[in-house]
């Protein structure tokens, strides 16, 4: 299977913990999305990653979350010090550029659960 | 800023019934529009999209959608639903030339034997 792959599926961690979330994009793939999917609500916008290079972090909270993309291996998002509202799904997408038609291949997602 | 709508967080329809799934998008320059379905912990695959050219577009696994510039609207639509269409689908748009997509909240769709 060459499509999105995130890992792990299903994360615990307590508050005040750290959170690792991994990303490897598809094949062919250097442009790569995070999306976070709070409750009952839609994916929303966090980061838009190349390699080595932050491209937009508009929708990152200001503190404690953080995103990279190495020259080698998978993107990670990282979230600091975690808190009950950091629960959630995250789903990072890629796609081959950045044109609106290049459309955004989704991976399954890593669930954050926050004790 | 951009906005999409999706009227109906749960829509329930009999196997064999006409699915509809209602989708509003806010802005007045047509945008990118995008059709997601998401199956139980899994991730998010893609079933259509608009970008230009013909209004009405054809998917996978049955589904279509139409582009109405006047109603700001993109309604996904399959003539016969079927057990395994019960999943959650989400409507996303982008504007043209921007990678930002936007989703809307979703619709759980449960299909009734």
């Known amino acids: 299977n060459a499509g999105v792959m995130q890992n792990p599926r299903h994360l615990v961690r307590r508050r005040g913990q750290e959170a690792r979330l991994r990303c490897s994009p598809m094949?062919?793939?250097?442009?790569v999305y995070w999306y976070r999917q709070l409750p009952e609500e839609g994916l929303k916008f966090m980061v838009y990653?190349?390699?080595?290079?932050?491209?937009?972090e508009s929708g990152m909270p200001k503190e404690r979350f953080s995103a990279e993309f190495p020259k080698e291996g998978p993107s990670i998002l990282r979230i600091q010090q975690v808190v009950r509202g950091d629960s959630a799904a995250y789903f990072c997408a890629s796609s081959q550029g950045t044109e609106s038609s290049y459309e955004q291949y989704f991976g399954p997602g890593t669930r954050l659960t926050v004790t | 800023a951009q906005s999409v709508t999706q009227l109906g967080s749960h829509v329930s329809v009999s196997e064999g019934a006409l699915v509809l799934l209602r989708c509003n998008y806010s802005?007045?320059?047509?945008?990118?529009l995008f059709w997601y379905v998401q199956y139980p912990n899994q991730g998010l695959q893609l079933l259509l999209k608009y970008t230009t050219g013909a209004t009405l577009v054809k998917g996978i696994n049955g589904f279509e959608a139409e582009f109405k510039k006047s109603e700001t609207s993109f309604h996904l639509t399959k003539p016969s639903a079927h057990m395994s269409d019960a999943a959650e689908y989400f409507c996303a748009v982008s504007d043209r030339g921007t990678y930002k997509y936007i989703f809307g909240t979703g619709t759980r769709l449960k299909v009734l034997a």
């Open positions: 990653l190349q390699k080595e290079n932050i491209i937009d």
């Open positions: 802005s007045s320059v047509p945008p990118y």
């Open positions: 094949k062919g793939h250097s442009h």
